[in-house]
């Protein structure tokens, strides 16, 4: 199995920046990309970013151009640079581990997440 411990969420102003952390532990070798999701009160949980081999990045279109995603596969983690951040980013985020080839596919269990509270 794979462990997922989040880190890094807050309270920050509209306009302001944070960076997510995501440190994965046990049998990582059965991941080939990494991802983060996000889930606001009410609503679904939501794909936000996903990392895979190489360069293999994607966004949601929520987030395109604001947010972004790197990868130290060394220290399996995962990290998510969220600038301009808007109140509708509201959310508790959390990491995943998965496959990625047509689809990305979570393969482990969630974390406990993050919050991210985002103030007009």
């Known amino acids: 199995q794979v462990h997922l411990v989040e880190s890094g969420g807050g309270l920050v102003q509209a306009g302001g920046s944070l960076r997510l952390a995501c440190t994965a532990s046990?049998?990582?070798?059965?991941?080939?990309?990494m991802a983060w999701y996000r889930q606001s009160p009410g609503k679904e949980r939501e794909l936000v970013a996903v990392?895979?081999?190489?360069?293999?990045?994607e966004y949601s279109d929520s987030v395109k151009g604001r947010f972004t995603i790197s990868r130290d596969i060394t220290k399996s983690e995962v990290y998510l640079q969220m600038n301009s951040l808007k109140p509708e980013d509201t959310a508790v985020y959390y990491c995943?581990?998965?496959?990625?080839?047509?689809?990305?596919?979570?393969?482990?269990?969630w974390g406990q997440g993050t919050q991210v509270t985002v103030s007009s």
């Open positions: 995943s581990g998965g496959l990625w080839r047509t689809n990305y596919v979570p393969a482990t269990r």
């Open positions: 046990g049998s990582t070798f059965i991941i080939n990309a």
């Open positions: 990392h895979g081999e190489g360069d293999k990045i």
